[in-house]
């Protein structure tokens, strides 16, 4: 999917020949995976998996991976996380035989690897090195500009895993999730008491819907329900800073999440993003954990 972003003339969008790629998507023969990237995975697009520790990352990707194998599609898993040994030792547990594995960080050995492969997955783009010597910013930008053209020049999909604090914020900046093209988030779901339950949410996706996903994490992986929490619809609350704005409106003295997403028409993974940022900017501060949490505005709020 050879994507540049040439200076055009404007052009009639009926006058415009859209590219086959964009409707010969991946398959992995499981539905629940198919709807996470929109009906199927658009080759050479990049996207986010984001969980904090313990949620599944690891797991839901891998057997991503074996689903696409088994459809004949040339797949890898590289990690700076875990030795070849441990993943080939959590393949095993999971069933997994088919993917291929290697301990590899370096940024453009993997950009060169990816013209043999159709989806590579990245765990995690905290651990990805280079030769050159650079600051954490400029290595930040480098890996994002050249893995995710590469993508896009060599059709094949790029998946980086992504860490959460403890606190639930992103390590690092946010260039990463809005640079590439599907935002994916695994969630513990606070609305049930099995600890195993999971919600995974596509909260971002140029190419496709957006939903959540009702999932359970056990020792051989992911069961997937095939019911989506909540059926996406675009939000009431329009843009951004409108949404921002209404949750900040809310009667005081507490927000919680259930009254954000009852009043605004979110679903759970929205409303936790939106809550997040709020807490980032330092408009909301977070009191408690789980079901009793609730939001409080700050003295930086006028």
């Known amino acids: 999917m050879k994507l540049g972003f040439d200076t055009t003339a404007f052009t009639k969008v009926s006058d415009i020949t859209i590219p086959d790629v964009f409707f010969n998507r991946m398959k992995t023969g499981v539905k629940e995976f198919d709807m996470i990237f929109g009906d199927g995975i658009l080759p050479g697009c990049s996207a986010t998996v984001t969980a904090?520790?313990?949620c599944g990352k690891t797991t839901l990707l891998l057997q991503l991976l074996e689903a696409l194998s088994n459809n004949d599609y040339s797949v890898g898993y590289s990690s700076g996380e875990e030795n070849a040994f441990q993943l080939a030792y959590t393949c095993q547990r999971l069933g997994v035989k088919s993917v291929s594995v290697a301990n590899e960080t370096d940024i453009d050995t993997l950009?060169?690897?990816?013209?043999?492969?159709?989806?590579?997955?990245?765990?995690?783009?905290?651990?990805l090195t280079t030769k050159t010597k650079m600051n954490s910013r400029e290595?930040?930008?480098?890996?994002?500009?050249?893995?995710?053209?590469?993508?896009?020049d060599s059709e094949?999909?790029?998946?980086?895993?992504m860490h959460l604090t403890k606190d639930g914020k992103l390590k690092g900046s946010t260039l990463v999730p809005?640079?590439?093209?599907?935002?994916?988030?695994?969630?513990?779901?606070?609305?049930?008491?099995?600890?195993t339950s999971r919600i995974i949410s596509t909260y971002k996706n140029r190419f496709g819907g957006c939903v959540d996903i009702e999932a359970n994490l056990g020792y051989k992986g992911f069961t997937l329900s095939g019911k989506k929490k909540v059926e996406r619809a675009k939000s009431k609350a329009g843009r951004k800073k409108d949404l921002e704005t209404k949750i900040l409106s809310l009667d005081p003295p507490n927000i919680t999440e259930r009254k954000v997403m009852e009043s605004f028409g979110l679903t759970k993974g929205q409303t936790y993003v939106a809550l997040r940022e709020l807490v980032d900017s330092g408009k909301l501060k977070k009191y408690g954990r789980g079901k009793s949490a609730v939001w409080k505005k700050t003295n930086i709020v006028k």
């Open 52 to 54: 904090q520790a313990g």
């Open 111 to 127: 950009a060169k690897a990816m013209d043999n492969l159709d989806v590579l997955v990245v765990d995690s783009f905290q651990a």
């Open 139 to 152: 290595l930040e930008k480098h890996a994002v500009s050249t893995l995710c053209k590469k993508a896009k």
């Open 156 to 161: 094949c999909t790029l998946i980086f895993i």
């Open 178 to 195: 809005h640079s590439v093209d599907v935002n994916v988030q695994i969630m513990h779901d606070k609305d049930s008491d099995d600890e």
